[in-house]
């Protein structure tokens, strides 16, 4: 379960550092990172909340392994 959270958080950080990554070198360390939030925040966010809402849907599956599963991974 715990690797799940990780493989959700390393991809977020992939697009997070990718961004920054696209910004100009002459902006200080702190704009760049903040240019790079305003623009992958978003899409991180509804990312984020899409699984989540996934996890709380698989909640509901007869299933009990699968219902498990998302009750924990959610």
Sequence with gaps: MASLFYQVGVDNMCI?????????LELPL???ISNALVEVGPSITLASLSEVLAFAVGSFIP????RVFS????
């Design 16 to 24: 997070l550092v990718h961004a920054v990554k696209r910004q100009p």
């Design 30 to 32: 702190e704009g760049r």
């Design 63 to 66: 299933m009990p392994a699968c």
């Design 71 to 74: 009750m924990f991974a959610g």
